[in-house]
């Protein structure tokens, strides 16, 4: 079983994890917000009561992201997200 880590997100996790994002992933948070992942992904980064995480597999690449980010619409309440790579994806299928 391949070996896989998680900890907590780091700014630079932003740019590989945009960079090598599922196309359908892409096309979720351009539908949902109208701005390109990198940039979404900094700006939910950035909230104060955010709680994301990073998925790591060998060599420290960056696989995926999850995380629950706050509810612009009702306080108290948080949104699951998760972002996988496609590599991530077979990796996660072959351990």
Do not use: H
């Amino acid at each position: 079983m391949k070996e896989l880590a998680i900890r907590a997100m780091t700014y630079a996790d932003i740019a590989p994890l945009a960079k090598n994002l599922r196309q359908a992933d892409i096309d979720e948070i351009r539908y949902s917000t109208g701005l390109p992942a990198e940039t979404q992904l900094r700006i939910l980064f950035q909230l104060p009561t955010k709680k994301d995480y990073t998925i790591l597999g060998e060599d420290n690449l960056v696989l995926g992201g999850f995380g629950v980010t706050p509810s612009p619409m009702f306080t108290g309440v948080g949104i699951p997200w998760i972002e996988v790579a496609p590599i991530g994806w077979t990796v996660w299928q072959r351990s």
